[in-house]
């Protein structure tokens, strides 16, 4: 495997770290943020949520098991979770282009030069990563070859319209109707979804829903600031003076809280990995989420209709809320954990249920 050491990650603190390239040859910027899960790397990086980030990948060994083919499954990749790569540039300790897997197609570097994403390996990711830690997520870029180019902020930018579709599209050919908001979607929600007898028809970010026929109504995750979807928080709004069951997850649990009158703040370095605990509110019981978010809902501004379903053990912010007569509610983690933990994944068969029971006028 060719070396390259003329690559560099540079913090926006002036902080340097020097590697060796594995992906595209080139520079880029972005938000430099961490993941702790110890698999899952092709998941990840199809993420929507991940637009405009450099990831950081906290586990030492990154590209052992290759990347899978691109086998579809009514009509979405079986082993990825969006049509794209999303991230901006990667970050590993250590990186082989030796693959072995049973669904291996080809190595993580190669995937990366496809989607044009500099990779970076040899770099000390645990001191960078507490840096992260103690200075909060950082502006950072990744300059290949002296290609110096700026600083760029992600949030600053409405990074769920150019991650939605463009278009209606309908999956599955299940007995429920669930028009899902595709800010920035993950595909295992949909295969959730269809596996409950949903047919799911997606739209994009800011569409009218109002003229829409539907048995339940899904807002999905999403990348960068939820405030920046103001259009998506007014279709809410008129949604709620409705008692069609609505259910949102991540970025859907943010805009479900600023529809209702919340707000919303940016975490000092998010959470995203595997082993997120979180408590469900007003009980002993929890659970280990999936997670990838920079923002959270402020608990404290909830008006008095509504209330926090979940709540975070490590940090005590919220997970989730939900009103208190209607059927809307909303977790801040991922059910569909893909890749993850599916500890929360009967959160859609809650959604299903209650989707069923209306529609049976219940």
């Not at 899902?180 to 800011?206: E, H, S």
Request: charge should be negative; hydrophobic fraction near 35%.
């Amino acid at each position: 495997m060719k070396e390259i050491r003329n690559i560099k990650l540079v913090l926006e603190d002036g902080t340097e770290f020097h590697g060796k390239s594995f992906g595209m040859e080139c520079s880029a910027s972005g938000e430099v943020v961490f993941n702790t899960a110890m698999t899952g790397y092709p998941e990840s990086l199809t993420d929507p949520s991940y637009k405009g980030q450099i990831l950081v990948l906290t586990y030492p060994l990154i590209g052992n098991y290759g990347v899978p083919g691109n086998e579809t499954t009514n009509d979405l990749y079986r082993f990825y979770e969006s049509y794209a790569l999303h991230i901006s540039g990667l970050i590993v300790s250590d990186y082989t282009a030796s693959y072995s897997h049973w669904n291996a197609n080809k190595s993580l570097g190669d995937w990366l030069k496809e989607y044009r994403i500099p990779g970076i390996y040899g770099i000390d990711t645990r001191e960078l990563t507490k840096i992260l830690r103690e200075k909060g997520t950082m502006l950072g870029k990744i300059i290949y070859n002296e290609q110096d180019i700026a600083l760029y902020n992600p949030n600053l930018d409405n990074l769920v319209a150019q991650v939605s579709t463009k278009e209606k599209k309908v999956y599955g050919s299940g007995k429920y109707q669930v028009l899902l908001i595709d800010c920035g979607v993950k595909y295992n929600i949909i295969r959730n979804l269809i596996k409950r007898d949903a047919t799911v028809t997606m739209v994009p970010w800011d569409w009218d829903i109002s003229k829409e026929e539907f048995d339940g109504l899904f807002i999905s995750n999403g990348p960068g600031d939820p405030k920046q979807c103001q259009v998506t928080i007014e279709n809410l709004r008129k949604a709620y003076q409705g008692n069609k069951p609505i259910y949102g997850i991540c970025l859907g649990n943010q805009l479900m809280a600023l529809a209702a009158g919340a707000d919303t703040y940016k975490l000092k370095y998010g959470h995203r990995s595997h082993n997120q605990p979180v408590i469900k509110v007003g009980s002993t019981t929890a659970y280990i989420t999936s997670q990838n978010h920079g923002y959270a809902t402020n608990n404290d501004t909830l008006p008095a209709e509504w209330e926090a379903l979940f709540n975070n053990l490590n940090d005590g912010t919220n997970e989730g809320v939900k009103h208190k007569s209607k059927p809307f509610f909303s977790s801040q983690f991922h059910p569909e954990a893909s890749s993850g933990p599916t500890d929360t994944e009967f959160l859609f068969d809650m959604f299903m249920d209650t989707v069923k029971a209306h529609k049976a006028g219940k």
